[in-house]
């Protein structure tokens, strides 16, 4: 079983950029697709990006491609999300989320089993 922790959230202005990590424990870590979705107040929980265990895929949501990237370092267990570009709608609690039993970088949260608390981004326009 994967524990996940997200860190790196906070204020910042249209524009900016923020760099959230997500440090995982377990020994499956390094098997498991990871992924960033986010949820705003009042609306559903939305992919962002995955990547597979290898990180020789990743997947972005429409709305963040070419701002977002997604990576990950199997040897420190942790995944990154580089934000670049803020945009005011990008303000919601983001939540890493992992799958250890999927071999593809998916956007359907239904395939993702752990989930960390989240951590909060707010993009002031």
């Known amino acids: 079983q994967v524990k996940l922790v997200e860190s790196g959230g906070g204020l910042v202005q249209a524009g900016g950029s923020l760099r959230l990590s997500c440090a995982a424990s377990g020994r499956t870590f390094s098997d498991a697709t990871m992924a960033w979705f986010r949820q705003a107040p009042g609306k559903e929980r939305e992919f962002v990006a995955a990547?597979?265990?290898?990180?020789?895929?990743?997947a972005y949501a429409d709305s963040v491609k070419a701002r977002f990237t997604i990576s990950r370092d199997n040897a420190k267990n942790t995944v990154t999300l580089q934000m670049n570009r803020l945009k005011a709608e990008d303000t919601a609690v983001y939540y890493c989320?992992?799958?250890?039993?999927?071999?593809?970088?998916?956007?359907?949260?239904?395939?993702?089993?752990?989930w960390g608390q989240g951590t909060q981004v707010t993009v002031s326009s």
């Open positions: 989320a992992a799958s250890p039993y999927i071999y593809y970088s998916s956007s359907d949260l239904t395939n993702y089993n752990t």
């Open positions: 990547i597979t265990s290898r990180g020789t895929s990743t």
